[in-house]
């Protein structure tokens, strides 16, 4: 799916789904929505990052958690 096109879940601080979104919106007024994040710690304690693509329109070309995304609705 286009990432720009993507619909998602928009909650309130008690995380209750209080409407649907697309993405771009969602990130451009700072809506709360729904992510993961999962940090993978070595066994000597080292945090393996995700460097991030040069072409990403939020964050690009940063280090990021070892895996992440957004929810999909009803999920």
Do not use: C, S
């Amino acid at each position: 799916m286009n990432e720009l096109k993507q619909i998602l879940e928009i909650v309130n601080e008690n995380d209750e789904v209080i409407g649907l979104e697309n993405r771009t919106k969602i990130h451009t007024e700072g809506l709360l929505h729904r992510e993961i994040h999962v940090w993978f710690i070595t066994p000597n304690g080292e945090i393996v990052f995700q460097h991030r693509a040069k072409d990403k329109d939020t964050y690009p070309d940063k280090l990021d958690a070892t895996v992440g995304g957004h929810v999909e609705p009803n999920d």
